[in-house]
């Protein structure tokens, strides 16, 4: 595993306690563990099984499987500690959207569902043609905010 993301994680690992989270880290792979608010497990995986293509991140439940586990390829480490955070945050039930982006968009969605779907399907062409929650999950959560402004000032979306 690159040193920088390794250090990282490391020196968060009293964070991640504190946020009801185990960290074990391993040379080529790091494993946290967490439980949603009904006391189902979760296993997310961060591999440099590739890493000249980055780090593999697979979220997975462990108590009910899906058969396929989440997976996402992220390079930068900030990034990835980011999309920890935030993917942390929704299994444990709390989703930034909920609280700052729906509010807003729901004003020119026109209701909440239409914001919700926004901000799941909505490709944004000026932030590289991804969904407002693609981008949070990246920790671009800023930018959502500011392309949301600029459509509320009267821009062009």
Do not use: C
Request: glycine fraction near 8%.
């Amino acid at each position: 595993m690159e040193k920088r993301l390794l250090r990282t994680l490391e020196s968060r690992r009293s964070d991640f306690a504190g946020e009801g989270v185990d960290l074990d880290l391993w040379s080529r792979e790091a494993f946290l563990w967490t439980s949603d608010a009904q006391g189902n497990r979760y296993n997310i995986t961060i591999s440099t099984a590739f890493s000249d293509a980055g780090f593999y991140i697979s979220v997975e439940g462990i108590d009910h499987p899906s058969g396929h586990p989440e997976i996402h390829q992220l390079r930068d480490p900030e990034e990835i500690m980011s999309f920890l955070h935030y993917r942390i945050d929704q299994i444990h039930g709390k989703d930034p959207a909920e609280k700052v982006i729906l509010p807003r968009v729901e004003v020119w969605a026109g209701s909440r569902e239409e914001a919700l779907r926004w901000y799941r399907e909505t490709l944004i062409p000026a932030l590289g043609d991804l969904t407002a929650q693609q981008l949070v999950a990246r920790g671009r959560m800023a930018d959502v905010l500011s392309y949301i402004e600029h459509i509320d000032q009267g821009g062009y979306a």
